[in-house]
Structure formats: structure tokens, C-alpha cells
């Protein structure tokens, strides 16, 4: 079967719900980005590296300044991880 095939059968809320509570991407931070994303965190230093875990479906899980957090979290959320640039 053909991906087209395959994507043309899934409704837009079924793509959009693709990979849920299965699978999380792992991104670096700029801290000009952390309010978009995690808005209860507090003004974080411009200096500091940032790493945040994903949901597939975009929803923020964590943030951290250790990367190694990252996929410790994910794997005990049990997801598979990919890392975003």
C-alpha cells in the first residue's frame, strides 16, 4: 500500500492523534520559546542550554536543562523518542 493511499484514509483529528502517548520528540530551547510552550515556567536565563520532551501530538511534558532528563522521562512514560533540530 502506498503512504498516499494509507494518509488518505485517516481523518485530520487521526493524523493529528498519530503516535499519542506512544511516541515524543526530544528538541533544544532557545529561552525565548520556553513561554510559548511550558507557560507556567518561570523566566529562565538567556544563557542556560534548554532541552524539553515532546508528546507526538506537541503537548510539552518537560523541560530541563539536562538532555539526559529527557530520555529518562520518555522512557519511563514508555515512549519512543526522536530527537528534533
Known amino acids: 500500500m502506498l503512504w498516499k493511499e ?9 493524523l493529528a492523534h498519530l503516535g499519542s502517548g506512544e ?3 526530544i528538541r533544544k530551547m ?8 511550558f507557560p507556567e515556567a ?3 536565563d ?10 507526538a501530538d506537541g503537548t510539552p511534558i518537560l523541560l530541563t ?8 522521562k520518555a522512557a519511563e512514560d514508555e515512549l519512543k523518542t526522536i530527537s528534533l533540530h
Open 30 to 37: 532557545r529561552s525565548d520559546e520556553v513561554s510559548r510552550c
Open 46 to 55: 538567556p544563557s542556560l542550554d534548554l532541552w524539553a520532551l515532546f508528546g
Open 65 to 72: 536543562d539536562n538532555r539526559s532528563s529527557t530520555f529518562y
Open 23 to 25: 511516541v515524543g520528540y
Open 42 to 44: 518561570p523566566e529562565v
Open 6 to 14: 494509507a494518509n488518505a484514509r485517516l481523518s485530520q483529528s487521526e
